[in-house]
């Protein structure tokens, strides 16, 4: 099945410095969601980003969307510890917007 | 507002019971969905629902029953729990109106089976 496929599968930084993790999709789009989840809990919504955008914004964080090359980026930027957490990829698509496929996640770490 | 709140947090299950996941939301919203969480496989998507009444498979539904007689509710049956099921499961929910509205998910239950 379609699916969104996360690299690195783990990142450590320090704090203060930027994260980007990168996300490959198989079929064409309607949008692209990245969501964080923190050990033991579920998943939160970051942002959603539409099949005609290519960047958008929320606080520190940014994401672009190239759908010619079926891949996206979310960046992180100035990290904090807090945002030590997996962060995932869902998109829609050819299987329709009921059957949002995640991928497998990056784990970031964010050390002090 | 609780969101979506997903009961047991915990289950251990011996090969061949049988056991129902609860999940309930108080957000009106009519599309919910279970998924199963295991390490290296991200999640996959189980049973989904789009309204009271409707339900539809997902990716990997074979093991596992669903019914949904009201918007709230949307429990997960395991009729005869084997090993291969042992996983963190997840319910999630959105408005069912537009594609873009995300999930909310609950906090997961985490079932082991012997």
């Known amino acids: 099945s379609q699916q969104g496929e996360e690299d690195p599968q783990a990142l450590s930084i320090q704090e203060g410095e930027n994260a980007t993790m990168n996300c490959s999709y198989k079929?064409?789009?309607?949008?692209l969601q990245w969501y964080r989840q923190n050990s033991g809990r579920g998943l939160v919504h970051l942002i959603l980003?539409?099949?005609?955008?290519r960047e958008k914004h929320s606080g520190r964080l940014r994401v672009t969307l190239d759908t010619s090359k079926k891949s996206s980026s979310l960046l992180i930027t100035a990290s904090r510890a807090a945002d030590t957490a997996s962060y995932f990829c869902?998109?829609?698509?050819?299987?329709?917007?009921?059957?949002?496929?995640f991928g497998q996640g990056t784990r970031l770490t964010i050390n002090p | 507002n609780a969101g979506v709140t997903q009961t047991p947090k915990f289950q251990v299950l011996k090969t061949g019971q049988s056991m129902t996941l609860q999940c309930a939301q108080d957000?009106?919203?009519?599309?919910m969905s279970w998924y199963r969480q295991d390490p290296g496989m991200g999640l996959r998507l189980i049973h989904y629902?789009?309204?009271?009444?409707?339900?539809d498979q997902g990716e990997v539904p074979n093991g596992y029953n669903v019914s949904r007689s009201t918007t709230e509710d949307f429990p997960l049956r395991l009729l005869s729990a084997a090993p291969s099921q042992t996983s963190v499961y997840f319910c999630?929910?959105?408005?069912?109106?537009?594609?873009?509205?995300?999930?909310?998910f609950g906090n997961g239950t985490r079932l082991t089976v012997t």
């Open positions: 869902a998109t829609d698509g050819a299987q329709g917007a009921q059957k949002l496929v």
């Open positions: 980003i539409r099949s005609n955008e």
């Open positions: 079929t064409s789009i309607n949008n």
């Open positions: 957000m009106n919203h009519e599309y």
């Open positions: 629902s789009v309204g009271a009444g409707i339900t």
């Open positions: 999630a929910s959105r408005l069912s109106g537009t594609v873009n509205s995300p999930l909310h």
